[in-house]
């Protein structure tokens, strides 16, 4: 049994990402794909704070519409917080009150931010002191995103995206998110890829996919025209079928000064590269006057962390 370390709110702030390299392999038993995939933690974060209860439970608030958000055992940060009190043996529970920013099914892993935020959050409040190995452990349970949420930074991702390896990255990298007002759902993203596929009689290699050398490359020189030559992401075509206006969007971003664009994960967020803050700017007042909603970010920065005060 463990003794709460405190009664005061434990503040975390944890990161969304952009995956700014995405290969996509095939299913495998376990329904899932092998993936291979180069993540970035950006500047758009979401705020958990954690209280002492004897339930668990969870409310909303942010800069985005949460009203369509679960609230019961089904919500992941629910899931985290549940998870850790079972692992460390905890007999009470905790009030959660996250405030949103990431989009909401938006690709940036905004709910495995929430489930990060949760896990740390909750060590921190019940005194569990679990080790970073543990707690990355329990953050693979839950999710492929969720342990990426945890370390921050600039990552390699295989396996189902949660075996990860640091990738050096130097400097900082400026993006330009286009953020949809409706979201895409990751498993028909996934079948949407696999129903092209068949439809193209495309064979998908047995070998793991990987990412490719130039990103590494890109990263390490802290080149934003580099790594630009090298975004990619398997995904887009299918998020693009399922979401045609995309497209437009893409085309709108490098007409107007981005040097590459993508589709994060499975969409709808529209990532733009951009090699300054000034263009940044440019860009995201240009997306705006076309009436889309822009948000300017920065990357690499760090995963959940319990903020003071």
Known sequence: MT???????????APGKINLFMRVGGVQPDGYHDVATAYQAVSLYE???????????????????????????SNLAIKAAKLLARTAGVPGGVHLEIDKHVPIAGGMGGGSADAAATLVACDALWGTALAKEELHALAAKLGADVPFALSGGTAIGTGRGDQLSPALATGSFHWVLAVAEFGLSTPAVYQELDRQRASRLGLVSDEPPIVDAAVLQ??????????????????????????????GILELGTAHGALAGLVSGSGPTVAFLVGDTDSALELQVALSAARLHAVHVHGAVHGARIISG
């Not at 709460?4 to 503040?11: C, L, R, S, Y």
């Not at 090298?230 to 693009?240: I, Q, R, T, V």
């Open 47 to 73: 705020d958990v704070r954690a209280w002492p209860a004897d339930e668990f439970s969870v409310a909303f608030g942010g800069s985005i519409d949460t009203s369509g958000l679960p609230t019961d055992r």
């Open 218 to 247: 890109a990263l390490r020189a802290g080149d934003a025209h580099r790594l630009a030559e090298s975004l990619h992401n398997d995904l887009e075509a299918a998020a693009l079928s399922l979401a045609p206006g995309l497209g």
């Open 3 to 13: 003794i709460a370390a405190t009664d005061e709110a434990v503040h975390v702030r």
